[in-house]
C-alpha cells in the first residue's frame, strides 16, 4: 500500500465537482407547489409535478433569477439564450420519466471561483474553473420498504413521496480541475464551503448539506506522471458534508492508487460515499453511459434575459467572501496566521456574528478557535454545525467581562450548552455556577486548605511559590471551581507571605 | 443508414420500457426500416445554413411569479394510484442504486 | 323533439335564448339520438348522461333567474377523449388508462363549462391521437355514419361521427397532423385548427407538444366560430399559449366575404395520390371562390414535399417522451405487479400490455430517432424541414392572404383497408402535416360528394389570422348550400337504430 506521499509522487489527481442546489424559492420550479421542508407526504404536489396526463410546465422567474445570481458570483458569462432540454430515463422517483433540465444551452457558462487552502508554507489561492451552471428540477422521494436482508419474496416494495419532485436545483459542474496534488482532498472541500458560503450570502438557498439542500459528486481520476492522459474517473455520491468531501476524495485517490500499482484497471462508475467508514462502496457501473435522447422541451420557451436585467442582478451581487474574509481581518487586525486559521476551521462568519452582538473580536475568535473547536474536532463535526450560537458565545463572553464568571467556569457554561441543556443563563442557573467573590468565604476556604497541607503552606512561606499550586488547586476543588483562581492566589500568597 | 438489426430494436425497446417478444421484435425492425427509409430523406434539405425550429412560436421568457398556486389533496393525487399506502404511492421494489 | 338533433348550435342558441326549449329538452333529444345510433356508430367511449342532464338543468336555471348567459349556454357536445374531464374516465383511446378518472379538468372543459356548453360525453379516437382512421382505438372502431363500413378519419373519428350523426351539434377534437381535419373531410363536417398557442394544451395529453392543438369541430362555419371564440384564449397554465386577442372568427364568419381576397392554391397538394372526385370538388369550390370576387393563383411550397417525412420524425419523437409517463407507478394500468418483480419489469410489461401496436411502433420510432449517434440526421434534420416550411408559408402568405388544398388526397376508405401498412395511412395526412409543422391556422369544410362520399376543402391562414378561415370558410359554404338546400350533414343518411355495424 502506496503512502498518501508515494501516490501523489507517482500520480496526478484530476478532479471534477459538480454541485446540486436545492433553490429556497416558495414555489417548485415548474408548477405552484410550495416547496416547505417536512410537509405530510403528497400534500404538495399537482397534477403537473405529478406528471400527470395533459400536465404543462410553466417557469418559475425567481428560480431563474436566483440561478443568474449564482452564475455571476461565480464570473459566469450569462446566454443570451438558454434552453431547456428534457433528460429522459425511467425512475419511478421522476414522475415524467424525464427531468427537465438544461443540455447544450445553459444560463451560465465559463466561470472561475478562486478558494483559498493552507500550506505549511502559508494560506494559498487555486482557481477552479467552472464549465457550466444551469436550471433542473428535483426528484421525489422513495422509501424502500421490507426485505432487510436476503430476497423475502413479496415484503420488498417502495413508497414514493412526490413533495420533494418539481423543486429547482441549480446544478454547477466544475472543468476538469487539474494541478492541485496533494492538496486535491483540501480544495475540493475549500470550494464546496466557499460555494455554500456564497450561496447564502445570495440567500438562495438555506445550503444545509444534511438536508440535502447542498449535494456534491465528487470525480476523482489518477493519472500517472507523464503519461500524458488523464486516468479513468470513478463518481462519488452521497457525500453530505464538507468533512465528507475531503475524506471521500482522500479515500479515492488511495482506492485508485492501490488498484493502479496492482496492475488493475479503474472501473468508471457511481460509488457511494460511507460515513462510518470513510470509504466509497460501489453503486451503479457506468461503464455504459445511459443515453438520455435530449432534446429541447417543446412545453417551454426559451430563456433571454435582457441585458438591463443581468446588470440589476449583477449590482445586487453580496460582497464576495473572500473580500468580506479581507476586511474583517483589517478591522480585528488579525494576522495572517490566524486569519488562515480561522478561514480553515470555518468560524470567520460566526466569529463576526458573534462581534456583531457585542463581544470583542479577540475574545471571539479565541472561544471559537480555541475551546469550541477542540470540542467540535471531538465530536468529529463542523465548528458551525456545534449546538452553541453565537449569540450564547457572546453571552458568556459579556459575563467573563463583569466578572460573574471566570475563565474556567465560562469553559462550564460552554460545556453545558453544547450538552443541550439550555442557553448560558439557563447552565448557570441549573448547576449553580457562581463565581465565589466573597472575600471572606474566599479566605475562609484558603485558611481550609492551608490546614489541610501544613507542609505545603509551609514550603510556601519558606518561598516555593509553585507549591501553591496544590493549595490554590484545594481551594477551588472546595469552592467547586467557582473561585477565580487569580484572587485566590494573591490572598492565599498574602496569607502565607 | 444502415440496416436495423434485432439487437438494435430490442436496445431501443429497452431504452423504451417496451417487453416485446422476439416476433415483435423482428416486425419492428421491418417497420422501422421502411419507415426510416421513408422519412431519412429531410436530409436532403437539411443544410447547416438552415436552423431549427422546436417551437412555432417566437416566444421568450414565458415565466410566472414565484406565488403559490393551488394542489391537489393526497386523497386526490392517489386516486387513480394502482397501489398506495400511507399517502405514498406504492411501487414494486425498485432495482439499481439507492437514492 | 327529434327536430332539435338536425339543428345547428347557432339555431339551439337563438330557441334556448327565445325559451322556445330548456337546455333540459336539448339534452335529452341528444341523448336519445345517441341511444339510438351509438350502437352503430361507436362515437362514443363514455356518455355522462346524469352529468350532462345535471349541466342542463343548471344552464335552465341560470336562464330562469334572468342572468346573462353566453351564446352556447345549453347546447350540447362531443369531447374527443384526449382532454381530461376532473371525474370522468378519460382513456385517450387507450388501454393503459382504461378506468382512469383525472383528479383535474383541462382549461378547454373549464371554458366549456362557465360558458355553460353541455358536455354530453367522450368521443372515440385513435390510441394517443396516433392514426388517421380511428381503427387505432383500444376499444373499437367508429363507423362513418355517411357509410358504417368505412372510417370516420382519425384520429377524432369520434368527434366527427358524432356531428354527422347528429348526436350532438358541437365537438371538440385536436390536431397533430390533420387529426380534425381530415375527419371532417370524410364526413362532411366542419373542424378548425386554431393557429398553434391559440387554445390552452393544459390537461390535454400531449401526443406531439409542438404540434398539438385542441380545436372546434361543428356542421357549420358559424357554429365552428361560436365555438372557436368559448375555447380560445390564453393561459397561465401552459406557457406556449398565446397573450394576445382571440382573432374576431364569429364577426368574419357572419361578414363571409371574399371579394378582393387573393387564395393562394398550394401547386404541391395535388396530383397524383389525389382522387379524382376529391380534386373535381376542389376546382368547383375555387370556381366559387372566384366567382364571388376572390382572385386564384398558384404558389408553390416546394418543402412540403418533405413535411411527412419531418412529421413521422417529430410526433413520434415527442411522443416517445410525452408517453413515458405511462409507466403502471402513479395512475393508469399496472400489470404484472406479483411482489416478485422489480418497478423496472412491470413498467416494462405494462407498457407492453396498455400500448397497441401504432403507439408502439411510434415509440419505438421516436426513441430511435432521438438516440445518440442519430439525433442530427433524424429528428435534428425533421426540426430544420420545419423552419423550411414556414418559410415557405411565410413566402406564399406574402402574396396571397389565405391557401387552399384538398384536405385528404380520398374520401372515406374501408374499415381495415389501410390498417396493415402503416406508410399508406399515414399518406391521409399529406396535406394536412405541414400546416401543424409551421404552426398556422387551417380549417377543412365540406366541398361536395365524390361517389356518395364527403369530400373536404381545407384553408389555411397565417398564425394569428384564423379569422380569414371564417371569412373565406363561410362564404364558399353559403354557396355551396345554397346549392344543396342546405349544409352537407343535410345529405347524411338518417340511421336508425337497426343500422348493423
Known amino acids: 500500500m502506496l503512502t498518501y506521499d508515494e501516490i501523489i509522487e507517482k500520480y496526478e489527481p484530476a478532479l471534477g465537482l459538480e454541485v446540486h442546489v436545492e433553490l429556497g424559492t416558495k414555489t417548485k420550479m415548474f408548477c405552484g407547489c410550495p416547496t416547505e421542508f417536512g410537509a405530510e407526504p403528497n400534500t404538495q404536489v399537482c397534477p403537473v409535478c405529478l406528471g400527470m396526463p395533459g400536465a404543462l410546465p410553466f417557469v418559475n422567474e425567481r428560480a431563474i433569477e436566483s440561478t443568474i445570481l449564482i452564475g455571476l458570483a461565480l464570473n459566469c458569462s450569462i446566454a443570451p439564450m438558454s434552453r431547456f432540454a428534457r433528460k429522459n430515463y425511467f425512475y419511478p422517483d421522476m414522475p415524467k420519466n424525464f427531468q427537465i433540465s438544461q443540455y447544450d444551452e445553459p444560463i451560465c457558462t465559463d466561470g472561475y471561483l478562486d478558494v483559498e487552502y493552507e500550506t505549511p508554507e502559508g494560506m494559498k489561492t487555486f482557481r477552479i474553473e467552472i464549465e457550466r451552471v444551469h436550471m433542473e428540477e428535483d426528484t421525489g422521494k422513495s422509501l424502500h420498504v421490507g426485505g432487510a436482508t436476503g430476497r423475502i419474496h413479496g415484503a420488498e416494495y417502495s413508497l414514493l413521496d412526490y413533495n420533494r419532485a418539481g423543486i429547482p436545483l441549480v446544478e454547477i459542474v466544475t472543468k476538469t480541475v487539474l494541478g492541485t496534488e496533494r492538496y486535491a482532498p ?208 457572546a453571552e458568556i463572553i459579556a459575563l467573563v467581562a463583569v466578572g460573574e464568571l471566570t475563565d474556567k467556569l465560562a469553559r462550564q457554561v460552554v460545556e453545558g450548552v453544547i450538552a443541550g441543556e439550555g442557553n448560558p443563563k439557563e447552565v448557570i442557573a441549573a448547576r449553580g455556577i457562581k463565581v465565589v467573590s466573597d472575600e471572606g468565604e474566599l479566605i475562609a476556604a484558603i485558611e481550609r486548605a492551608i490546614a489541610a497541607q501544613p507542609e505545603t503552606a509551609q514550603k510556601v512561606r519558606d518561598g516555593n511559590i509553585p507549591a501553591a499550586g496544590a493549595l490554590i488547586g484545594a481551594v477551588m476543588k472546595d469552592t467547586k471551581g467557582q473561585a477565580d483562581a487569580a484572587r485566590v492566589r494573591e490572598l492565599l500568597l498574602g496569607l502565607l507571605a | 443508414m444502415s440496416r436495423i438489426s434485432n439487437e438494435e430494436v430490442a436496445r431501443i425497446a429497452q431504452l423504451a420500457r417496451l417487453e416485446l417478444s422476439a416476433n415483435e421484435i423482428a416486425e419492428l425492425a421491418g417497420e422501422l426500416e421502411a419507415i426510416l427509409g421513408a422519412v431519412a430523406r429531410v436530409q436532403e434539405v437539411a443544410k447547416s445554413d438552415v436552423l431549427p425550429t422546436s417551437h412555432p412560436l417566437a416566444l421568450v421568457n414565458v415565466v410566472r411569479p414565484d406565488v403559490v398556486r393551488p394542489s391537489l389533496t393526497p386523497e386526490s393525487a392517489l386516486s387513480g394510484a394502482p397501489a398506495s399506502e400511507e399517502d405514498r404511492f406504492r411501487v414494486p421494489q425498485i432495482l439499481g442504486e439507492e437514492a | 323533439m327529434s327536430e332539435l338533433i338536425y339543428k345547428s348550435a347557432a339555431q339551439l342558441s337563438e330557441s334556448l335564448a327565445k325559451k322556445e326549449v330548456s337546455a333540459r329538452e336539448v339534452t335529452q333529444a341528444h341523448l336519445d339520438q345517441i341511444t339510438k345510433v351509438d350502437k352503430a ?187 372557436h371564440e368559448v375555447i380560445a384564449g390564453h393561459d397561465d397554465y401552459d406557457a406556449t399559449s398565446i397573450n394576445a386577442p382571440t382573432p374576431p372568427v364569429v364577426a368574419a364568419a357572419k361578414r363571409a366575404d371574399v371579394k378582393g381576397m387573393k387564395i393562394g392554391v ?236
Not at chain 1, 475531503?246 to 479515492?252: G, K, L, N, P, V
Not at chain 3, 374531464?85 to 372543459?109: D, H, M, N
Not at chain 3, 391559440?198 to 390535454?204: F, L
Not at chain 3, 412540403?304 to 417529430?314: E, K, P, S, T, V
Open chain 1, 186 to 393: 483540501q480544495i475540493a472541500k475549500a470550494y464546496v464551503k466557499e460555494l455554500r458560503d456564497i450561496l447564502r450570502a445570495l440567500g438562495v438557498s438555506d445550503v444545509k448539506m444534511e438536508q440535502g439542500s447542498l449535494r456534491c459528486d465528487a470525480n476523482i481520476s489518477l493519472s500517472p506522471r507523464g503519461s500524458g492522459k488523464l486516468g479513468t474517473r470513478s463518481e462519488t455520491k452521497n457525500v453530505n458534508s464538507l468533512r465528507s468531501v475531503e475524506r471521500a476524495i482522500t479515500s479515492e485517490m488511495h482506492r485508485h492508487a492501490q488498484r493502479l500499482e496492482a496492475g488493475e484497471r479503474v472501473v468508471q462508475e457511481t460509488r457511494h460515499f460511507q460515513e462510518d467508514s470513510g470509504t466509497t462502496r460501489s453503486g451503479r457501473s457506468k461503464e455504459q453511459a445511459e443515453d438520455y435522447r435530449y432534446f429541447p422541451e417543446p412545453d417551454l420557451l426559451p430563456v433571454a434575459p435582457s441585458a438591463e436585467w443581468i446588470e440589476q442582478l449583477r449590482a445586487q451581487l453580496p460582497e464576495r467572501p473572500s473580500a468580506h474574509r479581507a476586511r474583517l481581518q483589517q478591522l480585528w487586525q488579525v494576522p495572517d496566521k490566524e486569519m488562515a486559521a480561522m478561514i480553515n476551521a470555518g468560524v470567520v462568519g460566526i466569529v463576526e456574528e458573534t462581534v456583531a452582538e457585542g463581544a470583542d473580536p479577540t475574545k471571539a475568535r479565541t472561544w471559537w478557535l480555541g475551546e469550541i473547536s477542540r470540542l467540535a474536532n471531538e465530536r468529529e463535526v463542523e465548528v458551525a454545525e456545534m449546538p452553541i450560537t453565537p449569540k450564547d458565545v
Open chain 3, 41 to 227: 356508430v361507436h362515437a362514443f367511449l363514455y356518455v355522462d348522461t346524469e352529468g350532462a342532464l345535471a349541466q342542463a338543468d343548471q344552464v335552465d336555471a341560470a336562464r330562469a333567474k334572468g342572468e346573462n348567459l353566453g351564446p352556447l349556454a345549453g347546447v350540447p357536445l362531443a369531447l374527443k377523449d384526449i382532454l381530461a374531464q376532473e371525474g370522468i374516465p378519460t382513456t385517450c383511446g387507450s388501454k393503459i388508462l382504461e378506468g382512469w378518472r383525472p383528479p383535474y379538468s383541462a382549461t378547454v372543459v373549464k371554458k366549456l363549462r362557465a360558458a355553460g356548453v353541455v358536455i354530453l360525453g367522450k368521443t372515440n379516437m385513435d390510441e394517443f391521437a396516433m392514426g388517421s382512421s380511428t381503427e387505432n382505438s383500444a376499444f373499437g372502431t367508429t363507423q362513418n355514419p355517411w357509410d358504417l363500413t368505412r372510417i370516420p378519419g382519425g384520429s377524432g373519428g369520434g368527434s366527427a361521427a358524432a356531428l354527422a350523426a347528429f348526436e350532438a351539434p358541437l365537438a371538440i377534437g385536436s390536431d397533430t397532423g390533420g387529426s380534425i381535419r381530415q375527419p371532417a373531410a370524410v364526413t362532411g363536417t366542419v373542424g378548425v385548427k386554431p393557429t398553434y398557442g391559440g387554445v390552452s394544451r393544459y390537461g390535454v395529453i400531449a401526443y406531439s407538444s409542438s404540434l398539438d392543438q385542441v380545436g372546434p369541430c361543428a356542421r357549420t362555419v358559424l357554429d365552428t366560430a361560436l365555438l
Open chain 3, 266 to 501: 398550394i401547386k404541391e397538394l395535388s396530383g397524383d395520390g389525389y382522387e379524382s372526385g376529391v380534386s373535381e370538388r376542389f376546382e368547383e369550390s375555387l370556381e366559387i371562390l372566384r366567382s364571388q370576387g376572390a382572385t386564384i393563383e398558384m404558389v408553390s411550397c416546394p418543402n412540403f414535399d418533405y413535411g411527412l417525412a419531418a412529421y413521422y420524425l417529430i410526433a413520434p419523437s415527442e411522443a416517445s417522451s410525452n408517453l413515458a409517463r405511462f409507466d403502471a407507478m402513479r395512475y393508469g394500468l399496472r400489470v404484472g405487479d406479483d411482489g416478485s418483480r422489480s418497478a423496472e419489469e412491470v413498467m416494462s410489461m405494462t407498457r407492453a400490455a396498455g400500448f397497441g401496436r401504432e403507439v408502439k411502433r411510434r415509440i419505438i420510432l421516436g426513441t430511435y430517432a432521438l438516440s445518440a449517434g442519430y439525433y442530427d440526421a433524424y429528428y435534428g434534420s425533421a426540426q430544420k424541414v420545419r423552419t423550411l416550411i414556414t418559410q415557405d408559408f411565410a413566402k406564399a402568405f406574402s402574396s396571397v392572404d389565405v391557401l387552399v388544398s384538398p384536405t385528404t388526397p380520398t374520401v372515406a376508405f374501408p374499415i381495415g383497408a389501410k390498417s396493415n401498412d402503416p406508410v399508406a395511412m399515414y399518406l391521409s395526412d399529406v396535406a394536412t402535416i405541414p400546416v401543424n409543422l409551421a404552426g398556422v391556422a387551417a380549417m377543412s369544410l365540406p366541398a361536395g360528394l365524390s361517389e356518395g362520399l364527403p369530400v373536404g376543402f381545407q384553408i389555411i391562414a397565417p398564425a394569428m389570422k384564423d379569422d380569414r378561415l371564417y371569412q373565406v370558410g363561410a362564404a364558399l359554404e353559403r354557396e355551396l348550400a345554397a346549392k344543396w338546400g342546405g349544409v352537407l350533414t343535410t345529405k347524411a343518411p338518417k340511421l336508425n337504430s337497426s343500422a348493423g355495424a
